[in-house]
């Protein structure tokens, strides 16, 4: 009897043991998820801003900003810099004028796109983070074949079929100085990822946060267009492959079409990388290039890989110890009452 009784405490014991481990093993899961998702928060100024990279009021001068270079039909007003005014075949950009020296890195850009003409205008805006500082072209006011990320604010559409999508669109580009933008197409054979995004002519602020994690290869764009004060994100794609040293810029083009295209500010962060001890030097040569990978994966290799099917089978494990364990202890409990139950008779 008594080792009877005995076997049974420690077969309780150990079951419990044994669904501890499984809590303990699922809690370590999700904490392993969550260290990977810490940079799943809102894009905020996680890092500090690099003055030479930015472009903030009072944009003192009147024609000329330090750090960046006006070209084409833009031009600087107290309040902002106008890529294009709202007239018939204007190019215009800014570039910064310094490599851009950071693997971790995030730019909110504050803008404004509106014009006359509340039915037909055109045709949008670029951000490039480019090997070059380009030439005015015709790429939303920029060369073709350009090396790097290319974010395009496109509002008017040129192609209506298969690939179609909503106006305004934000669509990013990777490029290694290979490939063809095809305007008419709107690039959509090459965008790498993109979102519907009403931008233009609206009353609200318009903002947009570009985030890119060279040290995760991971590259995120989120909007704030409705004065929430909270970015939605537009996409956010790992396998994204830039080097350090390009240059940052914005250009423009008006055709037949046209808008004011405005920034009203651009703030640039340099956020704490996960190698902070790493140079930034080493990583010039890079290609740009992107496997369009959704984020569901990390490609990090020093961070554990678990997929929901393994989160879900620990859950479910978990469960079926969870009700062994009760019906074990509802099982011991209820031989226990009914020893008890016969001493009392006996
Ligand atoms: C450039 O990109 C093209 C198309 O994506 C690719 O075929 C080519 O191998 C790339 N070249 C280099 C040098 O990475």
């Not at 699922?26 to 990977?36: K, L, Q, R, Y």
């Not at 750090?67 to 810099?81: A, N, Q, R, V």
């Not at 959704?294 to 969870?322: C, M, Q």
Request: glycine share 8%; net charge negative; proline share 3%.
């Amino acid at each position: 009897m008594a080792a009877g009784v005995t076997c049974s405490f420690s077969s309780a014991v150990f079951f419990l043991l044994l669904l501890n481990c499984i809590l303990f093993v699922s809690t370590n899961v999700d904490e392993v998820i969550d260290d990977g998702d810490e940079n799943d928060r809102a894009l905020g100024p996680s890092g500090y801003m690099k003055r030479e990279y930015s472009a903030i009021k009072p944009f003192v001068g009147g024609t000329s900003m330090q750090f960046w270079e006006m070209k084409g039909d833009s031009l600087l007003t107290d309040d902002y810099i106008r890529l294009t005014p709202d007239q018939q075949s204007k190019s215009g950009a800014v570039w910064n004028t310094l490599p851009v020296m950071v693997r971790d890195w995030e730019v909110h850009v504050h803008f404004k796109v509106q014009g006359q003409n509340t039915r037909f205008f055109g045709d949008g805006f670029a951000f490039w983070y480019t090997k070059d500082r380009s030439e005015l072209g015709p790429v939303f006011g920029a060369k073709d074949y350009h090396d790097g990320l290319s974010i395009f604010f496109d509002t008017y559409a040129n192609q209506n079929g298969e690939h179609s999508h909503e106006h305004p669109y934000i669509s990013a580009q990777i490029n290694n100085g290979t490939t063809h933008y095809d305007h008419d197409k709107d690039g959509t054979h090459s965008a790498l990822a993109g979102c519907t995004a009403h931008f233009r002519g609206v009353d609200a602020e318009t903002h947009v946060a570009i985030r890119y994690l060279g040290s995760r290869k991971r590259l995120t764009v989120q909007h704030d267009m409705d004065d929430e004060n909270k970015w939605a994100e537009c996409f956010d794609r790992y396998g994204v492959e830039l080097p350090t040293g390009y240059f940052l810029g914005f250009s423009s083009q008006t055709g037949d079409l046209s808008d004011n295209h405005d920034l009203i500010s651009v703030k640039f962060y340099e956020l704490a990388s996960n190698d902070a001890e790493d140079d930034p030097a080493q990583y010039l040569n890079i290609q740009p290039k992107a496997d369009g990978a959704e984020p569901e994966r990390d490609h990090s290799e020093d961070d554990k890989v678990y997929t929901r099917k393994d989160r879900a089978l620990n859950w479910f494990l978990g469960i079926v110890l969870v009700l062994i364990a009760i019906a074990l202890l509802g099982f011991f409990y209820y031989q226990k009452m009914q020893r008890d139950n016969m001493k009392r008779f006996y």
